[in-house]
Antibody, heavy 118, light 109 residues
Framework: EVQLVQSGAEVKKPGESLKISCKGS????????IGWVRQMPGKGLEWMGI????????RYSPSFQGQVTISADKSISTAYLQWSSLKASDTAMYYC???????????WGQGTLVTVSS | DIQMTQSPSSLSASVGDRVTITCQAS??????LNWYQQKPGKAPKLLIY???NLETGVPSRFSGSGSGTDFTFTISSLQPEDIATYYC???????????FGGGTKVEIK
């Protein structure tokens, strides 16, 4: 069974750094793309970017380029989304999702809620 | 950038009704369109990929059609468990980008 298990909820202050994780199991981690999707409170879905863990090929949405870093450690089947300096506007639920093709997501994590508040 | 216009933003229908949601792209996207269902408090779930292909395990009352700029998602007979927000999602190859529509919240009348 394919599973994506995300790290737990985070409460941070503006300006702090953060790295959240997404661990894949039940499939060949290096053969599927993993993407990150943001959902701000009460709002819709926004694609942030994708990574192919097999070769670390990474693509970003223009809206998120330079704002976050997507990475993966294939030795432990885990993908990451990180911020160097959080803003209040980063408060959202973040989902990781994977698929054999980069253009649609067959499997989703449970989401990680990030709250940024002073 | 390709813009996706999804309508309606919400709808209310009775159990057994046929429900239709549309998604319009700002330019020709061939069949590069997927549909997701998101139930309250849950992660999204892929229902339809490449405009009309039903994801494995998804009930056959869900269907998708269209190509070019105009796409339709249909629930042939609305069930109580279909209460959710539905999103279209287009993808572009050059450069690789994905864009979600604004979503359609489906409620039972």
């Amino acid at each position: 069974e394919v599973q994506l298990v995300q790290s737990g909820a985070e409460v941070k202050k503006p300006g702090e750094s953060l790295k959240i994780s997404c661990k894949g199991s039940g499939y060949s981690f290096t053969s599927y793309w993993i993407g990150w999707v943001r959902q701000m409170p009460g709002k819709g879905l926004e694609w942030m970017g994708i990574i192919y863990p097999g070769d670390s090929d990474t693509r970003y949405s223009p809206s998120f380029q330079g704002q976050v870093t997507i990475s993966a450690d294939k030795s432990i089947s885990t993908a990451y989304l990180q911020w160097s300096s959080l803003k209040a506007s980063d408060t959202a639920m973040y989902y990781c999702a994977s698929g054999r093709n980069w253009n649609h997501f067959d499997y989703w994590g449970q989401g990680t809620l990030v709250t940024v508040s002073s | 950038d390709i813009q996706m216009t999804q309508s309606p933003s919400s709808l209310s229908a009775s159990v057994g009704d046929r429900v239709t949601i549309t998604c319009q792209a700002s330019q020709d996207i061939s069949n590069y369109l997927n549909w997701y269902q998101q139930k309250p408090g849950k992660a999204p779930k892929l229902l339809i990929y490449d405009a009309s292909n039903l994801e494995t395990g998804v009930p056959s009352r869900f269907s998708g059609s269209g190509s070019g700029t105009d796409f339709t998602f249909t629930i042939s007979s609305l069930q109580p468990e279909d209460i959710a927000t539905y999103y279209c999602q287009q993808y572009d190859n050059l450069p690789p980008t994905l864009t979600f529509g604004g979503g359609t919240k489906v409620e039972i009348k």
